[in-house]
T-cell receptor, first 115, second 111 residues
């Protein structure tokens, strides 16, 4: 199993540009999560999906952020327009579910720098 | 809102010494998970505790879940340089999948 795959690994963009982060979860995992990690705020849950349906997006910072999961093998997190304060490492994670004894498997992350 | 506090923030130990990190939640948790993140890496799942008072061991690592299901600890016996990294606890309130991460404890080990 290749694990959770995220792309790109690094993204540098100018303020005001649109940024799209991509994630391929582990096959068969029915939960998908987007987290953001910064020194100041640590690991924050942005949104999570169950069977491709968004369940809780209360962590999404503002309307500039949107996430989609068009099918079980692909999800995107979009920031439009991007701002310097969006600079962070964005992780995607997937899981079979804690009630079945499984933790969350994280991807390698996308390091986003907005200049 | 829901908070998971973790102490200490940093711990610098001599190789062979023991290490403990503590985690406290503002509310009762359905379960608690522990993750390790190496510098420049991503969080890696270590273990999950579900039952009140539960204790689990993985080689030199011992994990505990408090009786009230609001606190937890990770103890490493005889640290090695391979233990270097940041250890996070993460709690799940109720039946939600909204895993709330603690601030992490960064462990440095002097060889």
């Amino acid at each position: 199993d290749a694990g959770v795959i995220q792309s790109p690994r690094h993204e540098v963009t100018e303020m005001g540009q649109e940024v799209t982060l991509r994630c391929k979860p582990i096959s068969g995992h029915d939960y998908l999560f987007w987290y953001r990690q910064t020194m100041m705020r640590g690991l924050e849950l942005l949104i999570y999906f169950n069977n491709n349906v968004p369940i809780d997006d209360s962590g999404m910072p503002e309307d500039r952020f949107s996430a989609k999961m068009p099918n079980a093998s692909f999800s995107t997190l979009k920031i439009q327009p991007s701002e310097p304060r969006d600079s962070a490492v964005y992780f995607c994670a997937s899981s079979l579910g804690w009630n079945r004894g499984y933790g969350y498997t994280f991807g390698s992350g996308t390091r986003l720098t907005v200049v | 809102g829901q908070q998971v506090m973790q102490i200490p923030q940093y711990q610098h130990v001599q190789e062979g010494e023991d290490f403990t990190t503590y985690c406290n939640s503002s509310t009762t948790l359905s379960n608690i998970q522990w993750y390790k993140q190496r510098p420049g890496g991503h969080p890696v799942f270590l273990i999950q505790l579900v039952k009140s008072g539960e204790v689990k061991k993985q080689k030199r690592l011992t994990f505990q879940f408090g009786e009230a299901k609001k606190n937890s600890s990770l103890h490493i016996t005889a640290t090695q340089t391979t233990d270097v990294g940041t250890y996070f606890c993460a709690g799940l309130p109720g039946s939600s999948y909204k895993l709330i991460f603690g601030s992490g404890t960064r462990l440095l080990v002097r060889p």
